[in-house]
């Protein structure tokens, strides 16, 4: 047993080819599942789709357990947000023919869980230049991202019932995102208490998020590297000295002048 916590501690945390294959097939398994739970969450559950649910939450359930099993803190990790949020999932899923399809956006937090992984997150900085070069916008655009997508399903699953306006997974996107950009047609309102407090949280939560978008693509570039000396961790692409205490930088490039 000693030997096989060891294999699956060096897959997840280790630094070698094998083991970033493996968590990058995890970042393929998890892209596949969005894109089915984006698909499938404004359907309703057939044979095939309960079927398809029960074999991802198998897997997203053997993923969880081997974490839980080579964690040093294993309360502390049962704690943290990303883990709540997998134990959702994985209760969405498998459970899926007993309880309502409604909690199906539920899933897709887990691609949060993914992309905020210290080590996922070394290994394309390490394999990825363009990702090195566009970190924070690409996180930026996935937060904002799933955060669209789990507003659109709440809007659906809370008003498709009761609003003659949303009527498709569609129009509950369409009005998300004028609601989100503050564009506000007016063409499509969100009816009842409920609707109108869920309408204020995408405003008033969309707008930061949108605005925390902007600043990251509009601001100057810069590159993530941590400064031996102070600890700074962004610093201009031809910086040769840390601006903040001036000790001397040895930042990887890929020869650009």
Known sequence: MEHLKKTIELLYTGGSRKAA??????IGFDLSTIVFFVV???????????????????VILADFLGRLWIAPNKLRMLRQIYTITDILVILSLLLAPLISQN????????????LHSYHVL???RRDTPFFRRNEDV????????????????LVFVFQFADNPDIGSFIDALYFTVSTLTTTGFGDIILTGNLGRLLA???MVVGVALFLRLAQTIFRPQKLRHTCPE????RHEPDAIHCKHCGHGLKIQTEGAG
Do not use: K, Q, W
Not at 40 to 58: C, E, V
């Open 138 to 153: 690409i996180v930026s655009s996935v937060n904002l991202g799933v955060f669209i997508f789990l507003m659109t399903a």
């Open 21 to 26: 294959f493996f968590r990058y097939a995890l």
């Open 40 to 58: 499938t969450t404004p359907l309703a559950p057939t044979a095939g789709i309960l079927l398809a649910d029960f074999a991802i939450g198998t």
């Open 103 to 114: 909690f199906a956006f539920l899933r897709v937090l887990r691609a949060l869980r993914l």
């Open 230 to 233: 102070c600890g700074l961790e």
């Open 200 to 202: 204020v949280f995408i």
């Open 122 to 124: 070394r290994d394309l």
